[in-house]
């Protein structure tokens, strides 16, 4: 782990939808922490409980979503207890989040520099007289050419990228300690996926910000973060730095998701397939792990509750049988 | 209307049922769906028995009891002919009930099909099937209504085909928007590949999607048709007095208003008023229930 | 190889929007001069063959044209010049509607991006995969039942399942009710238009897999339309790069992926992400493509954007020349040549 103190940690974070047949454990006991600086990527498939982690830590659950236990602490804030005043002020200013689509986040009838300079007056660091200059600024710091021009145009004018660069700019206005970014580039090109990442690694690294980055997209986030977390069916599998996890993946599913991954195989049959499908969220008899019932190393102790590792250690994995570790250079291990 | 529903999403008996659990289910929501409907099945008993279960015939006139206020006797009172208003009103929810329902029907056909046809085809079509829905939404709709019936001639018939042509625009514009959205989707261009002329995916993709939103559409024009119809009878244009109506008992009784007989004309315009509530209500009902994606 | 689709200078051209109004046009149409009007150059003069029983895969940004081109060559919209030849047979000079019922329609298929939204979601799997077979093959009852079924098999589609709707079927379900669909009238061309694009990756393998397994036991040819190029490389045996409505290099995939010429195909490669392998210092494109209206004919497409940019990029469009088995458009391709 990094010696750096956590910009943000997240314990035992659980949430639950409510829904018309039954309640949705859509999390259960998430865990992670991320360093000041640190880019930490949340992997998994749709359905794993990624975005929903994501919007429960920025206060943003939908209003059938509740937050049934936990903390995520940022700075001496619990934001799970916070009330809604103290987490409008913490929004924006010490976190901020970039969505999916960028173009419907952003106002379709006002022009892209007036949205930043809104952002810029709301969090106080601008006088309103000052506002377009800053903005225009944003724009350039964000890497649009030609930003005098481009400050006065509309997102439906822009290419999604365009777009993309605008929300980096209004999550980045008020210089947050936290960024999240919830499949920044998925709809995006191939080569401008790559430059806007580009982009926010440089921004982080810049501006000393702490990143959660949220993909499906395992190479992505092996390419971009420090630090891997996987997510199966609300819960965290297994979390590691990034090499390590590559290298020596010890959760079944883990080692799954790496197979499956185009990039890493030769040829087509040489990639695996994941047996099975996520287990129904709204049963009242999941199983304590729930990768279990597709797990081919399932054995008699997955049925006893999940062992959890020392929330500090650095390589922690949610499993009672995980696979060997490689002998040569594994750091030491924290399963249980 | 549940018949009609169910022809909408034109699925097997397993559809059928899958429809009815999740309409029970968003009446159990909003029980306020639930009330329209119970009231809906109201009019629909009252139009289709009425005639034979009120106390007293409709037409017949009692010149001794004319104009007595509400009692046990005449629940609604009587009017000037000494007729039982109460039989009145429910006799003529079928005349009422009847403008609406054929010239929803008629407009429904006519400016579905042309809509849906503007919708997909585009080009001419589109501007053709346009400009006549604007140039009828040019018009005050009422006056527009008043001079089809002054100009026709003076019968049910012709209600309700200016019924029909005042709500053309809506019907058409709603089945255009949605046709033309549907117009490169993916499906439409499968079955493009699996050798559809135009004229069946129009018949065969699209129109089963309209369908439930002009059916949607429908219900919530017919208030607005029973209202235009009375409208028509109140200021002496279409059916003609002592055919029970609800437009034209408003009339005859508004003259009572200041000499004290409220109920006149208070109880045929609540009738109006519940049945236009109504079928605003089912209206938005039926749309939580068509919506396919809220289905599960 | 036989070749069984051959694409010869194709061009679609659309109206571009803001042009001059209905009343401008009719003008310059009474006033005897050309009705020289702005045109979007979606597709400009590509020419390429497909072999029987080869997987070519077909990659570019969105925008630059991959998805009307394969709607040109599946004959969903017309072509504005050049000629489109299956086999003996040449499809272009028919309308679209008119080719919708000819009896080689069943001959190129098309498996859709979004397999959600590609089925209607009024009608069950079942409808889906049969209309084809009732339309192009005729068949009816009992035949027709039977067919389906045989094709839900091959697919991994449950028979259980034929008579739900689109909604009530998994991500992976319904992409294998919509290549069920595509193969059910045996196709000899399947073009499949990212169809694992809005899958997760556990799902994308089972059906990439699916779809080589089909292909070798019909003996169908592939066009794969894809922005992932990882997954381009393991399906495809030969690759075709778009930019902006021109095909800018072609060639082996193993060989264009491990040494691409042209400097957008260096640049697409470049930007793949690889799990082993920080991001670190590589060629990135900036800028936004020039635009697609009324391009100049002598200026090349990717000038602007490419890193090499010279004088004579502005003076001549690079043709696509010939390096033995690949096809690259650009005046610097040698360079990048191995040294023979």
């Not at chain 1, 009242?284 to 929330?311: F, H, I, M, N, W």
């Not at chain 3, 800028?287 to 009324?294: F, K, Y």
Request: proline letters at 6%; a positive charge.
């Amino acid at each position: 782990m990094t010696s750096a103190p956590a910009a943000l940690s997240v314990e035992n974070l659980c949430v639950e939808f409510r829904t018309r047949s039954g309640i949705v454990r859509a999390l259960d006991k998430v865990s992670f922490s991320v360093a000041k600086g640190e880019t930490v990527a949340l992997v998994g498939e749709s359905g794993s409980g990624k975005s929903v982690t994501a919007y429960a830590v920025m206060g943003i659950l939908d209003p059938a979503g509740r937050v049934t236990g936990g903390r995520a602490m940022l700075g001496g804030l619990d934001l799970l207890s916070a009330n809604q005043s103290q987490l409008a002020k913490v929004r924006g200013r010490k976190m901020a989040m970039i969505f999916q689509s960028p173009r419907t986040a952003l106002n379709p009838i006002r022009q892209v520099g007036r949205q930043i300079a809104d952002v810029l007056i709301r969090h106080g660091d601008v006088t309103r007289k000052a506002a377009p200059a800053a903005a225009i600024e944003m724009l350039r710091a964000v890497g649009i050419t030609d930003p005098v021009r481009r400050a006065k145009t509309y997102p439906f004018e822009m290419s999604g990228g365009m777009c993309q660069r605008v929300m980096i700019a209004i999550a980045l206005a008020a210089k947050p300690s936290l960024l999240i970014a919830d499949e920044p580039t998925t709809g995006l090109d191939v080569t401008t996926q790559a430059v806007i990442m580009d982009l926010i690694s440089d921004l982080a690294e810049k501006l000393g910000m702490a990143t959660i980055f949220i993909t499906h997209d395992l190479a992505l986030a092996g390419q971009r973060a420090a630090r891997i977390v996987v997510m199966h069916a609300g819960h965290v599998v297994e979390a590691a730095p990034t090499r390590e996890l590559c290298a020596n993946a010890r959760h079944p599913y883990t080692a799954e998701l790496i197979a499956a991954t185009p990039d890493s195989a030769t040829s087509l049959d040489a990639l695996a397939s994941i047996p099975g499908s996520l287990p129904d969220l709204r049963r009242t008899d999941l199983p304590p792990c729930r990768y279990s019932e597709r797990c081919p190393r399932k054995t008699e102790r997955c049925a006893q509750p999940l062992p959890v590792g020392p929330p500090d250690a650095a390589h922690t994995i949610a499993c009672w049988n995980p696979l060997p570790a490689r002998a040569i250079g594994a750091p030491k291990v924290n399963a249980a | 209307m549940t018949d009609i529903v169910a022809n909408a999403n034109t699925r097997p008996a397993g559809g059928a049922a899958a429809l009815f659990r999740h309409a029970r289910y968003v009446i159990g929501e909003n029980p306020i769906t639930g009330l329209s409907f119970g009231l809906f099945l109201l009019i629909v008993i009252a139009a289709m028995v009425g005639p034979w279960i009120v106390p007293y015939s409709p037409l017949a006139s009692d010149t001794s009891a004319a104009l007595k206020p509400p009692s046990i006797a005449h629940l609604f009172g009587t009017d000037q002919l000494g007729r039982d208003i109460f039989s009145r009103v429910v006799a003529a929810t079928r005349l009422d009930f009847a403008i609406a329902i054929l010239s929803v029907a008629l407009v429904f056909l006519i400016g579905g099909l042309a809509g849906v046809a503007a919708g997909f085809f585009g080009g001419w079509t589109d501007r053709i099937v346009s400009r006549i829905a604007d140039t009828i939404m040019a018009f005050p709709l009422f006056v527009l209504a008043m001079g089809i019936v002054a100009a026709l001639g003076n019968t049910v018939q012709n209600i309700i085909l200016a019924t029909a042509i005042i709500n053309f625009p809506l019907y058409a514009r709603v089945a255009r928007a949605e046709a033309n959205i549907r117009r490169e989707a993916g499906f439409v261009e499968a079955a493009r590949l699996s050798g559809n002329s135009e004229w069946r995916i129009l018949a065969f993709q699209i129109l089963p999607n309209v369908f439930p939103i002009l059916v949607v559409q429908m219900s919530l024009t017919m208030g607005y048709a029973i209202l235009n119809a009375a409208g028509l009878s109140f200021i002496g244009l279409g059916v003609r007095p002592p055919t029970p109506e609800w437009g034209i008992m408003v009339a005859e009784g508004a003259a009572n208003i200041i000499s004290g007989e409220w109920w006149i004309a208070f109880f045929p315009g609540a009738a109006l008023m519940i049945a236009v509530f109504c079928f605003n209500l089912l209206g938005d009902g039926l749309r939580d229930i068509v919506d396919p994606r809220r289905r599960t | 190889m036989t070749p069984l689709l051959d694409v010869a200078e194709v061009s679609k051209l659309f109206p571009a929007a803001g042009g001059p109004g209905l009343w401008a046009r009719t003008k310059r149409r009474f006033s005897g001069g050309p009705a020289n009007l702005p045109k979007v150059y979606a597709v400009d003069d590509v020419s390429f063959v497909i072999g029987k029983g080869e997987t070519v895969g077909l990659v570019g940004e969105s925008g630059c044209g991959k998805s009307t081109l394969v709607r040109a060559l599946t004959r969903l919209i017309d072509v504005s010049d050049g000629t489109i030849k299956l086999g003996d047979r040449e499809l272009a000079r028919k309308t679209s509607r008119v080719f919708a019922r000819d009896r080689d329609r069943a001959r190129i298929q098309m498996v859709f991006q979004d397999a959600g939204e590609s089925v209607n979601p009024r009608f069950t799997a079942f409808h889906a995969i049969a209309d084809p077979l009732r339309r192009l093959r005729k068949l009816r009852g009992k035949a027709l039942q039977e067919r389906v079924a045989v094709v839900s098999r091959q697919c991994g589609l449950p028979v259980e399942l034929l008579s739900r709707f689109p909604h009530q079927l998994s991500g992976g379900q319904r992409a294998r009710v919509g290549i069920a669909r595509a193969i059910a009238v045996e196709p000899d061309l399947l073009v499949l238009d990212e169809p694992t694009a809005a899958l997760d990756v556990s799902v994308q393998v089972v059906i990439l897999q699916l779809l080589q397994r089909l292909k070798h036991e019909f003996g169908m040819s592939y066009l794969f339309v894809s922005h992932d190029l990882s997954v381009v490389r393991l399906l495809c045996d030969r690759v075709l790069v778009m930019y902006l409505g021109k095909i800018v290099e072609s060639g082996p995939a193993a060989e264009v992926f491990a040494r691409p010429l042209h400097p957008y195909t260096q640049a697409l490669v470049a930007a793949v992400p690889r799990l082993n392998e920080g991001a670190g210092e590589r060629l990135r494109l900036s800028g936004e493509p020039m635009s697609p209206i009324d391009p100049d004919p002598h200026v090349c497409r990717f000038y602007g954007r490419c890193p090499r940019g010279m004088e004579s990029c502005k003076t001549a469009m690079p043709a696509l020349r010939q390096f033995g088995e690949r096809h690259v458009a650009c005046h610097f391709a040698e360079e990048f040549l191995p040294r023979s």
